[in-house]
């Protein structure tokens, strides 16, 4: 059976106004473990084209702070709490400058990142899992204690040696397939919980 790309979610998040049907993910991972708190700083990784910062701003005003960074642009205009840089997360130099923005470091990292995807089942994983592995590299610098982390992963054996490193940081890593994920997507989400 084709996936109907324009389901109920992509429906609802034009209705709504959401760039994307993404968005729907992260309110269901909100209301399960409160990510957002007054005051709070927040990173997203692979924030284009703006689902999960614009549900994040509906739920955070000044003085919270939400960085974002893609190399896409962003399908609408986020407010001045936003910081919204547009550049290739994987890069050094742009980790550093998002590093210097919070120097008092997050509460929450966001990773919706997903390589481009091949086709090439083995290949696609790889990149799936050093994608995560950089998302978490970057937490270990940047996520006060008691913080979180949010990333999208394809599961494989591969990952699940990367989910025990993330056990030794975290107190909880919890494993989560949102309503609003594509029924052909082989995609989950690890929650990792009260960084030690």
Known sequence: MVYDR??????????????????????????????????MILVDLGCAPGGWLKVAEEHLKAPSKI?????????????????????????????????????QKANWIISDMSPNISGIKFKDLSAS?????????????????GGGLVTKIFPSEEAYVLKKELKKSFAKVDEVLPDATRRTSNEIYWVATNYL
């Open 6 to 39: 324009k389901d109920k979610y992509y429906h609802k998040a034009k209705a709504e106004g959401y760039p994307a049907r993404s968005a729907y993910k992260l309110i269901e991972l909100n209301q399960r473990y409160k990510i957002f708190k007054s005051g």
């Open 129 to 145: 899992i050093e994608l995560v592995q950089m998302a978490y590299t970057f937490a270990q610098r940047n996520l006060r204690k």
């Open 67 to 103: 960085i974002g960074i893609d190399l896409l642009e962003l399908h609408y205009e986020p407010s001045d709490i936003v910081t919204f840089i547009q550049g290739d997360f994987l890069d050094p130099e742009n980790q550093e400058t998002i590093s210097k923005l919070i120097p």
